[in-house]
Structure formats: C-alpha cells, structure tokens
C-alpha cells in the first residue's frame, strides 16, 4: 500500500451488517487492500440504536455531532474530535443524540471478515 488522503466523498456508505437503522459504514482501507487494520466512516441519523459485541479492537472518533456509548460498566458521550475505543469482547449500545453523528473509525483486524 502507499499513502493515500480519504474523506467522507470517497466512503461508498451501506448500511451496518446485521441492522435495520439509519447507520450507514462506508471502508475506505480493509481486507482487499492487504492492510492490517481497516479504516472508514460512519453515519448514524438521529436517535439510532446499535447494540452489539465488538468482535474486533474499534477505535470510533466522532467527527459531527454526538453519540453515547454504553457498556455495563456505564456511558461515555463523545462530540467533535473526541475518541471512543472499544476493546474486543466489550457488548456496547451506541446511541445518536440530537442531530446524528458522522465517525470515522479504525478496527484490528478488519471487522467485515467477523460479519460474514
């Protein structure tokens, strides 16, 4: 691989594997690009909900607006420029407030390989 630039026009966005919401995932860097790690964005719309175990080591940071992340250990919210990671094995509810959210993320290994 070389370096390369992205932002969210590059993102082809599809919905989340395995929901029905409004949360869209769009990966510019994964498994078919021989890389580690997978890199992409994320668009949740207002007032969505996704319940899951993370299957991979996510890394989620919050670029527009805010979201919270709750495990049973509690929530964290995160706006604009902060950073959500969520380590393997952790079951976590992620929730949009007000406008919805725009993320980018990193996971390790590639997260589309464990949907299958």
């Known amino acids: 691989m070389k370096v390369q630039k992205f932002n969210i026009a590059d993102a082809n966005l599809v919905r989340s ?12 860097v994964d498994e078919k690009n021989g ?7 994320g668009r949740y719309a207002p007032g969505q909900t ?5 299957a991979v080591d996510d890394v989620m940071i ?5 979201l ?3 495990t049973g250990a509690g ?5 604009p420029g902060e950073i959500v ?11 949009t407030e007000g406008e919805g959210a725009l ?3 990193v996971t390790y290994p590639h997260w589309a390989e464990v949907h299958e």
Do not use: C, W
């Open 62 to 66: 919050v670029l527009e607006g805010r």
């Open 50 to 54: 996704l319940t899951e175990t993370i």
């Open 85 to 95: 990671y969520m380590p393997k094995g952790e079951s976590v509810t992620i929730t």
């Open 103 to 105: 993320t980018a993320y």
């Open 17 to 28: 594997p395995g929901q029905d919401g409004d949360i869209f995932v769009g990966n510019l």
């Open 35 to 41: 890389g580690p790690i997978t890199i992409g964005y």
């Open 75 to 79: 929530t964290v919210t995160a706006g």
């Open 68 to 70: 919270a992340v709750s």
